[in-house]
């Protein structure tokens, strides 16, 4: 889409440092990239419309979806698993298991392997469990008996018209012999979630929600909320390397106060109040899996953000 050039001036953004942003995100194998700044698009950058998978970027949304669901009196944060589904759903002892809360999910401290038996302690230990974390879909079906689709629709997608978003299952299964679903979504709907997030819950996700998801959730991985990461904490955790301890925040040139839902091959949303910023980023896995969306490419999102940040007032 193009941009109005005169718009932009009048908001005091740099174009020539924009249009080198936007570049670099070409040649970085974006697929799609929208920034919008005080609520006006800034970039919209895509080399299709289709939407495509945004892998763990969907733990943001489920999250929003959580605070929807407390503030309906469906459940709460504090609430056992065992009392919203059948017990024995994991490998731990039973009395291990009546530990395990919608908080310990959230903020994947669940002292579980993927197995879902013991490893760590509950509560206290970070560990990336896909696994667990999926079980807070179930949830939310059994709860309200519609499916995740349903719900989505009308809890969030038809609301802020998020039009080419959808659940999709994958071939791995649960051990409750369900399939793990994945997130198919595009730039231009994530930057509407973002803004949601930016206006504080925009009358359908609690406020308090949105500052409570946003908090530490473990001494562990201090950067780690529920399902969004913040970018003020002294160090952090990487998913699947949690046995490495990092120093620093997981974005050194985006601001502070910026949160972030992440997922796999350099996927993200973005959410910086202190700017009014929402950048959202899709990417596009190839079959022969060139650097630009390889997992172990360089990291796009903070030499990203040092070229935006030329570019805003």
Known sequence: MSIDQAKLQDLGIDTEALAAASAFSRQSGTHQLVVKFAGETIINDAVSEDAVDVYAVQKGLLSLMIGI???????ETCDSVNHLMDPEWTKLSPWDEAKL???TLLSMTTGMNDGLGQQGVIGETWRYNNVAYNYLKRILEEQTSQSLQDLSNAWLFDNIEM??????EREQVLPDGRKLTGLMSTAKDMAKLGELVLNRGGGLVPAYY?????????KENPAWGWYWWNNNQDYFRRPMHEEKLIQGVPNPNAPEDMISARGAFQNFLNVVPSLQLVVARTTKLRPNKDTSTDPKAPPFEPAFWTLLTKALP
Do not use: V
């Open 101 to 103: 809360t919608i908080e």
């Open 69 to 75: 669901a407390e503030d309906k009196y469906l459940i």
């Open 163 to 168: 039009n080419q978003t959808f659940w999709i």
């Open 210 to 218: 949105i500052d409570d998801m946003s908090k530490p959730s473990s």
